[in-house]
Each structure stands twice: as C-alpha cells, then as structure tokens.
T-cell receptor, first 117, second 116 residues
C-alpha cells in the first residue's frame, strides 16, 4: 500500500490565486511528521513546511500553509497568492516513528503545478 | 557556503563501467542519505548513515556501495553500471535520531547519471 498518495499529477492555477495540493498518508504509528518539498525545473529539492502528528495547529510558513486533518489522514498544502515562480513539482513526504524509523522520508509521486498569467 | 554539495552534477558513462558520486555536508548533521529519482520523478531512499553507521539499506543491488569516511561525507560507488541505473541521485542530510522527527532533509543539487 502506498504510504503517501498525491492524486493530482498536474494542477493549473492563475497568478495571485490560491491553490491546494492534496496529500493523504497511511500509517499506524501515532508519532509521525509530514513534509512538503518543492522541486523547480532546475532540479533542486527545497523544503517548504513541516507538520508533526501531535501539533495542535496547522503549520504556516509565509504563503504556505498546511491543512492538516488527522482523522482523514490528509495534509494538503495551500499556496496563497500564487506567483509564476511557484511553478514546480511539489512532493509530500512522511517520516514515521518518534525516532523517524531511521529518519528516512517516504515521498509521494508529486504534483506538477503550473502558474499561469 | 553550500550546505550539501555533491559532485559531479552530470555523469555520462557506458554500461559496465564503475563510477563514484561524492557528497559532503557542512551543516553539522549526523545523518546522511542517498535517494534515487527515476524518470517519473519518483524519489526512493537507497541508503542512510548515522554517524558513519549504515542504518538503512533499502534492497539496493549490491553493485551500489555507500561509504561514509566521517559524518560529513557520504559517497556512492556503483559497479558494473546498467542502463536502468540512469537516474538523478540525490544526497541529503538531517539532524538525526536524537533530535526527533521534525528535522527536514537538506538535499544536494543532484547528480544526473546517464548510462549508455
């Protein structure tokens, strides 16, 4: 079974609009962390935002926020006021276990976001 | 002042050759990783080292051999390269087990390996 599922292979959004990228996860571990990364066409992996399973509030980092719905096992990334530079591949990832199961991140298949004028 | 640097950026070689990719981090992290990104952009962990000790080996062919001379370096040697090894290989680091689960991975810029 997939541990991280990203069901949107591609998304389009108009500049200055908000966009939500979906992520659902599967774990039986009560302690886990969820991460979002951005990969622009230049190829580097950029960390955006983190949400811990015990965090009471949704994480926010500038224009990025995480809509964390624990009961539904979803951790959707919301990008507000989209900019052309937001066009990239976005990956959701999960680390399981208090000590991270070796600290590895398991990644989803990604969502390619294109911001249009 | 690059945090995680890997070399080379591009590697083109023929089947059967042996090649190495080097990785260094100056973040003071104690855990380092190798990930493989295939042509469909799927990222999969290969290896992880914590303080020079191998802690993850994800059923990677034994043609792939990681080496960590110290906690700031993790190199990847690949023997007898095959066409299917063509991919982008990412090195990454994080603050490891002691710090708990919220330490993000910091990635290098990747090495694009093409086997012809």
């Amino acid at each position: 079974a997939q541990k991280i599922t990203q069901t949107q292979p591609g998304m389009f959004v108009q500049e200055k609009e908000a966009v939500t990228l979906d992520c659902t996860y599967d774990t039986s571990d009560p302690s886990y962390g969820l991460f979002w990364y951005k990969q622009p066409s230049s190829g580097e992996m950029i960390f955006l935002i983190y949400q811990g399973s015990y965090d009471q509030q949704n994480a926010t980092e500038g224009r990025y926020s995480l809509n964390f719905q624990k009961a539904r096992k979803s951790a959707n990334l919301v990008i507000s006021a989209s900019q052309l530079g937001d066009s990239a591949m976005y990956f959701c990832a999960m680390r399981e276990g208090r000590f991270g199961g070796g600290n590895k991140l398991t990644f989803g298949t990604g969502t390619q976001l294109k911001v249009e004028l | 002042d690059t945090a995680v640097s890997q070399t080379p950026k591009y590697l083109v070689t023929q089947m059967g050759n042996d090649k190495s990719i080097k990785c260094e981090q100056n973040l003071g992290h104690d855990t380092m990783y190798w990930y493989k990104q295939d042509s469909k952009k799927f990222l999969k962990i290969m290896f992880s080292y914590n303080n020079k000790e191998l802690i993850i080996n994800e059923t990677v062919p034994n043609r792939f051999s990681p080496k960590s001379p110290d906690k700031a370096h993790l190199n990847l040697h690949i023997n007898s390269l095959e066409l299917g090894d063509s991919a982008v290989y990412f090195c990454a680091s994080s603050q490891g087990l002691v710090a708990g689960g919220n330490s993000p991975l910091h990635f290098g810029n990747g090495t694009r390996l093409t086997v012809t």
